[in-house]
């Protein structure tokens, strides 16, 4: 919990410094290098969200078969690759999202028997899944460049989709503007200050949870030119934080 209290408890000093950084010229805001939202609301996981065994059983092509993240849980430390993917289908999760085109005009036989099940049918009777036409057409289903998680224990993480994988709305989903690319945004991401602008804008919950708001990523500022000098600034001022910030901690910590 005490990490998650840093926002209130760093030095003017510190503060005073990523308000410098941040209201230069030469600082982008997030969103002027990529736009962020959330994935696909399915309105009915269980369902739609297939084991490869599952899709063995009812034969469905694979062309209407896409892997997806279902949650933070299962993003790893570095890129999401094609050989992690492969890991989930060997391990039989529920990683196959059910993906049919709202125009789709012909469905195979497998896929309408499916449709038709017994959970189909319990499915179709959900809010989400009642208030669309047709009602088996997940909106919103996209690729994104990269996700980043929604709530964090320790810190928000931005890992980059080279499995071409969709998502949920337990995880953000990001993608490039012109201009962008994507190991300039990633080396940019794990800058200290960026780090440091993560904790004081994101939105801490009880228990050490963060959640960078998508609000707050596009106001999220990233250095582009930033001197030397000044990143020297920003880095010893979260690595030693100042004596009445350490007795501010110590204060916080008797209360938690």
Known sequence: MEERLRPFLLPESTLSIYREVSEKPDTWRFGDLASIGIGYVSGANKFFHLRPSQADEWEIPARFLHPTVRNSRALPGGPLTKTIVEGWRRADEPVLLLR?????????????????????????????????????SVPDVQIPDFFLTYMSGREASLVRNDAGCTCTNSVHSVRLKDGGTRQDLLNRWYSPFVRLGCEIEGHPLGGGLLIPRPQTKRSNGVTRNAKNGLMRRVRRSVSRPSKSHQARKRTSTRLC
């Open 100 to 136: 049919i085109a709202k125009d789709t005009r012909t469905l195979p036989t497998p896929v309408a028997r499916y449709l038709d099940s017994n959970d189909g049918h319990r499915a179709r009777g959900g809010y989400k899944c009642r208030m669309r036409d047709p009602w088996y």
